[in-house]
């Protein structure tokens, strides 16, 4: 959803709650949960794990609830060591049909063991 349209649902939702109406609002978007949610409840493999009050807790504290772990000190460890290098590339250009640059000029190097993330802002391409 765009911004606006998530801006509107968090009206039509503050506006149900102000009335005396539960809602329950299923998300991975942990900033939304944040901005709407008075009572969090954190499910791993479709098994209840935790809940707390949304003002007794933070971003951080879900994800760890979400994962079992910190992923900070799981994943970033200093020092620690990654496998075979399993992806090399250099300087990708992608086109779309439309003949729109959608991606220019990347390039990364990726081993085993290590988790990457590629984003692209709304509207850019990306969805």
């Given amino acids: 959803m765009s911004k606006t349209e998530v801006e509107l649902l ?4 503050r506006d149900l709650t102000a009335q ?3 809602i329950i609002y299923i998300s991975h978007r942990l900033e939304e949960l944040m ?5 969090i409840t954190i499910l791993r493999d479709g098994y209840f794990q935790s809940e707390a009050q949304v003002k007794d807790i933070d971003v951080p504290w879900i994800v760890r609830e979400m994962l079992g772990s910190d992923p900070v000190s ?10 075979e290098p399993v992806l090399n590339v250099k300087n ?18 990726v081993k ?3 988790i ?6 709304h509207g850019s ?3």
């Avoid at 968090?10 to 939702?13: A, R």
């Fill in 10 to 13: 968090f009206k039509v939702i």
């Fill in 20 to 22: 005396g109406v539960s």
């Fill in 35 to 39: 901005a709407i949610g008075d009572y």
């Fill in 74 to 83: 799981t994943f970033l460890k200093p020092g620690r060591e990654f496998g």
């Fill in 92 to 109: 990708i250009k992608l086109i779309n049909e439309m003949g729109h640059t959608l991606v220019d000029d990347v390039s990364m190097n």
């Fill in 112 to 114: 085993s063991g290590e």
């Fill in 116 to 121: 990457v993330g590629v984003y692209g802002a």
């Fill in 125 to 127: 391409g990306s969805n």
